[in-house]
Each structure stands twice: as C-alpha cells, then as structure tokens.
C-alpha cells in the first residue's frame, strides 16, 4: 500500500504519503490564495522526501470537504487526474473528519473550520474516528456546543464562542493519509472524490441582456 493524500479545502496546502503502517513524508504550506500553484509542487516534494515514485502510489485521497469552491475544487480534480493516469483508485474523505482524527480524542467533540463570510463548517464526532452528525454550516453562534470541546481552526477564528483547543487546527495530510490507510486496510467503503458543497458557488451564470427601450 502507497497512499498519496493532500487536501486544499482550507488554507493548508497539505500532502503526505503513508505506506499502510506510517507517514513516510508530509509537506504543507498555510497559504489561501494559491492552492493551484502550491498543490503539484507540494505532492512532488512528499515523493522525493519518501524516495518514492508517482508510479508506485496504490491509492489517491483527496479532502472533499466543505471547504470554499475554487480551493477544493483544484485538490479534487488532481485526485481525479492522477488516478486516473495512475490507474488507481481515488477516495475522497472529509475534511472536517481528517481534523477530528488528527485531534485523537476518545470523547465526543465537534470540529469547526473557517467557512468565511463569519460563518463555520461544523460537524460532530463521539471519538475521533466516528463522525455522528454534519457536516453544517454556521455562523459561530448558531453552532450547538452544549459543552463539548471544539477542535479546528474555527475554534480559533471565535474562541469566545467556540472555546478554545491545543488540537491540530487544519487537516493535515498525514492525518487524512492516516486515516485513509486505516479504513482501506480495513475495507471500509470509501467514496469518490466529490466535492461537499454547503454553499451555492459566488459565480453564476450570466442571464440573457436586459432590452434597451428608447
């Protein structure tokens, strides 16, 4: 098993290659403007580092999400496109779930990250491993807390609200990595990469010219 993951539903910029019993390398770049130019540099940096070929990669993870539209997209499409000139499979995770097993709780919590617009994408978890409910997206205030502890970088965007945590704030790509490794190995299903969209995309579809009457 070679799983090659990354993740661009966020500010991290983030790959990692695992070989089933552990992270072989990791790379990531907090960086919110340029996960297109970041994301093939960042997976060739992981490669070298692992003293591994493109071709040896058994299965391609991709974070699906929620995350905001162009970011995600470019790390689902590359999935995409390595795996198919791979010949391999892709899986997509969510990305909410790679923060909540980063965060290795054994009790339940919730994860929120930053969704902009003063809003997060929230879900929550009984363990780390188990999401129960989500993922949603809220303003901070609307977020069901009742209590739990809340892990992300949503938690830090509105510790006030949220409370705040010492747990991994983004989706690290040898968590996602990790995570992947341990349900294949499993043989859990494991879905396509799909985008999780909570949101309409900003841009439409111009519609037809107004008349001009004289």
Do not use: N
Request: contains cysteine; negative net charge; proline residues 10%.
């Amino acid at each position: 098993m070679l799983v090659l993951a990354f993740d661009t539903a966020t500010p991290a910029v983030t790959a990692a290659l695992h070989d089933g019993r552990r992270v072989l390398a990791e790379s990531t770049t907090i960086d919110a403007r340029r996960h297109g130019e970041l994301l093939i540099p960042t997976v060739e940096t992981v490669l070298r580092e692992a003293g591994a070929a493109l071709s040896e990669v058994t299965a391609v993870v991709a974070g699906s999400g929620p995350g905001p539209y162009t970011g995600l997209r470019v790390g689902l499409m590359t999935a995409q496109g390595l795996a198919t000139t791979l010949a391999v499979p892709a899986y997509g995770i969510c990305t909410l779930d790679a923060v909540a097993y980063g965060s290795g709780l054994a009790e339940p919590f919730l994860v929120a990250t930053d969704a902009r617009r003063k809003e997060v994408f929230w879900a929550r978890y009984s363990d780390a491993r188990t999401r129960l409910d989500g993922p949603f997206v809220d303003r901070p205030a609307e977020v069901p807390v009742e209590g739990l502890p809340v892990v992300g970088a949503g938690a830090g965007l509105y510790p006030d609200i949220l409370g705040q945590s010492d747990a991994p704030p983004y989706p690290y790509a040898g968590f996602l990595a990790a995570l992947a490794a341990e349900r294949i190995a499993a043989g859990e299903p494991l879905g396509p990469p799909r985008p999780i969209y909570l949101r309409r995309p900003d841009a439409v579809v111009p519609g037809a010219p107004k008349r001009v009457t004289a």
